[in-house]
């Protein structure tokens, strides 16, 4: 009797081993069915992969319920993998794909994927949202016309103005992507935008991409997480309709090939020569415009509040941000032409993105075959998360990387700089498309704000620094006090 147990045992143990060891990489003990989930900080989790990392090294593989995965924080290595053909698929996780669906261009198949990369960049680089557009002249005044118009909204105000940034921020900064993207203009009595971007934030909470029902889907029948996934669906399902209904209700169509006047319009054009191809198929366009414009509008936004909550707790880097831009543009409007010669101005933009990483978990990606990057082998079936938080918080490339030091990014002769450590917008294929147009918003409106406002804490109070840890990375709500100059 006692043969048989112990031969069980024996079996038990041997699976038990292989199941934590096969894939060959070092990683902590994970238990059966749940893995490591167990020992996620889910406030934090930012804070947990980033300390195995330090006990394990920059790849390590782990297991999120039954899921082998990779966790990676050294960016050569990274950007290597994410040049794979082999890893660009995302991966079956059950809040993710409720998040995305399977169209659109944040989690459509790579065939899909790869066309509508390709019209998205076409139409950016068309309508002068990207560096090597030979039209940022427009753009570049829309983008400057909304911050105007929140200046204005400010100091309509009084001089000095004490509020809540968010609700406006997202008002202007959102008015700049949605007449890009629907050929809207928003008044600033219709709160469409800010209906879309709170749901976007509610969402972001909760979808976390290292939350429990992402790999035990079947926790969806508990009460607890029944709950989760009912509220998240219904957000979705509001949120994508609303963006839908804001293409339809605002955008004409007058079908000009040559000059289309959204993105919502440029795809029409491209239906009408594809026909029924999928890339451009109705139900396409509604999961396109939800992933195009929530990923801007969440980028833009969240950076842009970063950016004002650093600029209210350090005065004297705001100070040498405004004395670059007063002393080079002499009261001239920014542009993204100008952007070489404020090498402080656009270090302090990049240590925002830095200090405050937007996407601290990156965007996870899939291996649909065996990947193999110098000496590491990434089984076929293994999701990729790209650990952006300690990349980007590593002491030995950052030194002191919790202090706040645009420095970082000047060199001894007092320009500019990045390093390949620097993946704000992550890295790769499937890298944010969005990308220049993103930069060229945060620049544009900053540069246009820090000439005409300061930026204070309210009652000279210290600025709440600390953050939301959810898909995205959020600041908490505080109020701002902004002065005439």
Sequence with gaps: MLLPILGFLFVVIILYIYYNYRSGLPGPWNLPIIGYLHKIDPNLPNITFTKLAQKYGPVYSIKLGSMDTVVISDPKILKKVLMKDEALARPPLFLFNILFGNKGIVTSPTNIWKEQRKFIHNYLRTSGATKLSSKKITFEEQARTYAEEFIDHILGQGDRVTLYPFEPIVHYVGSISSTLIFGTIFTRDDETLLKIENNFKKMMLLAPIGGPLNYLPFLRFLPKFKQTVASLTKVVEETRQMVFEVSQTHTTLKLDENSPSSLTEAFWLQRAKFGDDESYDPEQLRYLLYHVFGASLETSVNTIMWFILHMAQYQQVQEKVRHELVTVLQGKAPTVQDLTKLPYTQATIAEVFRIRTIIPLGLPHYTLQDVQVDDIKIRKGTTIMSLLWAIHMDPKVWKEPEEFRPERFLNDEGNFFSTESFLPFQAGKRMCVGKDMGNMIIF?????????????????????????????????????TFVRI
């Design 444 to 480: 544009l409106f900053v540069a246009t704000v820090l000439q005409k406002l300061k930026i204070e804490s309210c009652d000279s109070a210290p600025v709440d620094m600390s953050y939301v840890c959810g898909f995205t990375l959020m600041s908490k709500p505080q109020k701002i």
